[in-house]
């Protein structure tokens, strides 16, 4: 939107500059309109350059939100499960499908074990999660 509205504003200076010239310009003049004219264009970069910084900033800063957003895992699917060797306190494969679909766990954290409801299920063990980054939202 910004560069349509500074060619807009270019060619506008430019046809302005063509009606407004007499027929007869000197040398002069020339250089003078061409100096206009380049610190016009030189103007236009910059503020186009500073647009594109603040962009790519902004760009980076949601990607940052975005990336922490995928490691938050949601409290109400931090389950007990039992392996049979030992309770194991996870997150459920179904309740992170259904609840937290943007997270993606590592698949080396994943362990089977009796889900609360007594049927055999995978899990993400949450000392695993802590490990790689992942943490709990606090309600």
């Known amino acids: 939107m910004f560069r349509s509205f500074i060619a807009l504003t270019l060619t506008a200076s430019l046809a302005i500059t063509g009606f407004t010239t007499p027929a007869k310009a000197g040398n002069d003049d020339l250089t003078k309109a061409l100096i206009g004219l380049a610190v016009i264009a ?5 503020i186009d350059n500073r647009n594109d910084r603040r962009d790519a900033r ?10 922490s957003a995928r490691m938050v ?40 074990g009796v889900n609360p409801r007594g049927r055999w299920t995978t899990f993400y063990p949450e000392r695993c999660m802590a490990r790689e980054g992942f943490t709990v939202a606090s309600r």
């Open 42 to 46: 030189g103007v236009a970069v910059a």
């Open 58 to 67: 902004r760009a980076a800063r949601r990607e940052a939100e975005e990336q």
């Open 73 to 112: 895992l949601p409290r109400r699917c931090l389950k007990r499960f039992d392996t049979g060797r030992q309770i194991k306190y996870g997150f459920g494969v179904g309740c992170l499908n259904n609840r937290a679909a943007r997270v993606s766990p590592p698949e080396h954290c994943a362990r089977r």
